[in-house]
């Protein structure tokens, strides 16, 4: 009889501290693009040995529901960067807000001014996230009007990613093998009409089909590389004018250069990075976020990119360096975190992030801690020297502008309409601003 | 008496009312998930509205004339009607055709039948995958096949002639299987006397199509063609994710303009008197249609 009390006071003890496990366990969710890759570190903890921009963020992810001593578990929700936001503007309609979502800088204006996110810099400081560490370029892209609505998680900036295997053998190399990189809009004409006859392939892969982003990104790198450049009137209205000189000298050169041949045509964005991969260009223009993945790529033996590879700032071809940057930051949005557990969670994970700011830095994103841009861990990374001029250098659309999503979509569809269309340039420059200054007007 | 009047007439007027319960449940559901919205759109369309901060400011029309003066809007209207004239002839003759070539016995009928109707099972998502790597330009199937016969490279999803039309092609692959089922339900209620008959009178296959099944089956075709003219008037899916309405505004359906004015750019109302439109214009050519086949009925 008193075994069996004491057998069943065992049991008992055993549920209630099972019981109190259960509860104690805290689920916050995490809305993110950077794509799936579940099949290749869906368990993994080993941060070190992933590659990549899914990669890294899947096994920070893993890591920290592995290790974090609060029973906290971070449920990741992913969706793919096109729709992205349009699917997290119907999910807080819906309120169905996730805990955590990443967002982009140029996007966190439209968001902070309806007050869906509130300032962040009290929590900050409560986990031990230090805001005076954040670089410039960082507290810049997440600060408004003093405050910090974000925690920015990296810098990301428009490069020339080059195929050096192609360039020596177009005789396009330094001696020391670095490439011959133009200086001005004459010798890249000069360097690609040299490439495209020596191999018989063009110099340019970039995404020309279903493209959202990339025509606007080199658009807005050769208008801020000319003095005296604005794209948005000052005011309280602010208009957009693309027919200013600089904008007009930028889009003529964008012609040109597609117009001539020296781009692959018919690429959307995985076969433009594909044609690169293959040797079938010389040069691709795509972000930091294609570093790592090309970095594996020239580690590889017998592939056309082995050993072959560098990347850069996209080219000063005017008056002064400039280079289209924006930041990937991540947000708690209002009614994300449904009670104070879910909201200390969230806190948690976004400490964990914010102290493994090196770990994302792999993937070819600046770091966004002052303390990991000088720390010996980034500067080994592969290339970085060439690169991190971009955080002087590095400009997008003035916070101040809002709509900055849909304006650059709207210009994107714009240049390429005069690019693969053949839309004159007066026409597109007029359509681009009456589908932007349209959105504008419709602010509230 | 009087008063056994009095009790049957009351219990005609108890039966009627309990016989409203029968329909109450569909009435409910039909005036919550359809009527209800539709008179909440039509009140969303004269609203400034504003999709993420659910802030608004009555307009009146100023949105239904702001659309009057948006050419994408009036491109994408043009484009839905080029789809819809494009792809519904082409389900009504082909998914015809089809089921009279296929209306037989046997097991080989069965198979084909299974294989023609196998891609309406898919999502839309697979059937753009499928066919993007078929028209993929340099390393496609299609940009093969062309390299082999020695003929340059084509990218129809890139041209603007040629997109609206792939993705009506790529339309009537995926969905034929609907309207083939439909026509060979019908040929099946056909008697077989008619042709047997017909067979005695030495009638050719053409006479015995033209003047026996097609008018034993025209409610069918009127059936087929006014399903879909609605389905198609409400194409997206296709032109999202091969063009996303591309290029230079070539493919781009009303649903799309909806879909990016409401999600993409957060004006809900422009959104909605958009969708007002697409629905006048569906109820415009839905009367059109029934009047035309009612007409040749009356002949």
């Known amino acids: 009889m008193k075994m069996t009390s004491h057998l069943a006071a065992i049991g008992l003890l055993a549920c209630a501290a099972g019981s109190a496990l259960a509860q104690a366990r805290t689920e916050i969710t995490l809305a993110r693009f950077f794509g799936s890759c579940e099949a290749d570190y869906g368990k993994s903890i080993d941060v070190k040995a992933a590659r990549g921009e899914c990669g890294i963020i899947t096994t920070l992810v893993n890591k920290f529901n592995a290790t974090n001593k609060d029973n906290i578990v971070v449920k990741p929700q992913i969706v793919e960067w096109g729709p992205y936001y349009d699917q997290l503007t119907a999910r807080i309609v819906a309120r169905d807000v996730p805990t955590i979502a990443v967002m982009h800088e140029s996007s966190l204006g439209d968001f902070v001014h309806r007050k869906l996110i509130e300032p962040m810099d009290d929590s900050f400081k409560s986990v031990g996230i230090d805001t005076a560490q954040f670089s410039d370029q960082a507290r810049a892209g997440t600060s408004f009007s003093g405050k910090t609505y974000a925690l920015p998680f990296d810098t990301h900036a428009w490069l020339w990613h080059f195929n050096l295997n192609l360039m020596k053998k177009a005789g396009l190399t330094k001696p020391d093998g670095s490439p011959v990189i133009p200086g001005s809009p004459e010798e890249l004409f000069a360097q690609a009409r040299q490439f495209k006859q020596a191999t018989g392939k063009p110099y340019f892969a970039w995404q020309t089909v279903n493209s959202s982003a990339s025509y606007m990104r080199t658009f807005l790198t050769l208008l801020y590389q000319q003095n005296g450049a604005k794209l948005f009137t000052d005011g309280a209205k602010p208009r957009i004018d693309m027919k200013s000189p600089q904008a007009t000298k930028a889009l003529k050169l964008m012609n040109q250069i597609y117009s001539e041949g020296l781009v692959m045509t018919g690429l959307d964005y995985g076969p433009s990075n594909q044609a690169f991969v293959n040797g079938e260009v010389g040069v691709v223009v795509v972000g930091t976020w294609k570093i790592d993945d090309f970095v594996a790529q020239a580690e590889k033996a017998d592939t056309p990119l082995a050993k072959g590879y560098a990347v850069y700032p996209f080219p000063q071809l005017f008056d002064q360096k400039a280079v289209c940057a924006d930041g990937h930051s991540w947000v708690m949005l209002k009614g994300g975190a449904k009670d104070e557990a879910s909201r200390k969670a969230a806190l948690a994970f976004l400490k964990f992030i914010w102290d493994n700011d090196v770990e994302w830095a792999r993937t070819g994103h600046l770091p966004i801690s002052k303390l990991t841009l000088s720390s010996p861990g980034f500067k080994a990374l592969p290339m970085r020297s060439n690169i991190a001029e971009i955080s002087a250098s590095g400009r997008g659309i003035p916070l101040s502008i809002p709509r900055q999503r849909a304006i650059q979509i709207a210009v994107d569809q714009e240049i390429g309409n005069m690019l693969t269309s053949k839309k004159s340039l007066k026409d597109m420059q007029n359509a681009a601003e009456t589908r932007v200054n349209k959105l504008l007007d419709s602010v509230r | ?299």
């Open chain 2, 1 to 299: 008496m009087k008063a056994v009047a009095d009790h049957g007439h009351g219990r005609v007027h108890g039966a009627r009312w309990s016989n409203a319960l029968f329909i109450a449940p569909f009435l409910a559901v039909y005036l919550a998930l359809l009527v209800a919205p539709l008179v909440r759109g039509m009140w969303t369309s004269l609203q400034d509205l504003d999709m993420l901060s659910q802030t608004s400011e009555f307009v009146g029309l100023k949105n239904f004339a702001d659309l009057w003066g948006d050419e994408i809007f009036m491109g994408s209207v043009r484009n839905t009607f080029c789809f819809v004239l494009m792809s519904t002839p082409v389900f009504v003759v082909l998914g015809l055709a089809l089921a009279l070539a296929l209306n037989r016995p046997g097991r080989t009928g069965a198979v084909l039948r299974a294989i023609f109707f196998g891609s309406s099972v898919l999502s839309v998502t697979i059937v753009t995958l499928v066919w993007k790597l078929v028209l993929m330009p340099h390393h496609g199937l299609l940009a093969n096949l062309a390299n082999a016969a020695g003929l340059p490279g084509f990218s129809p999803l890139t041209s603007e002639a040629w997109a609206l039309p792939t993705i009506a092609a790529v339309t009537v692959w995926w969905i034929i299987g609907l309207p083939m089922m439909l026509f060979l339900a019908a040929l099946q209620q056909v008697p077989g006397e008619v042709y047997e008959a017909a067979a005695l009178d030495n009638s050719s296959r053409w006479r015995t199509l033209v003047h026996i099944t097609l008018p034993a089956i025209r409610r069918t075709v009127v059936l087929v063609a006014v399903i879909e003219v609605i389905l198609q008037f409400q194409v997206f899916g296709q032109a999202q994710l091969l063009t996303q309405g591309g290029p230079n505004n070539s493919s781009r359906p009303v649903v799309q303009f909806i879909y990016e004015s409401g999600f993409t750019h957060w004006t809900l109302g422009n959104a909605a008197a958009a969708s007002q439109v697409l629905l006048g214009i569906m109820l415009v050519a839905m009367a059109l249609q029934m009047w035309v086949s009612g007409r040749k009925e009356a002949f």
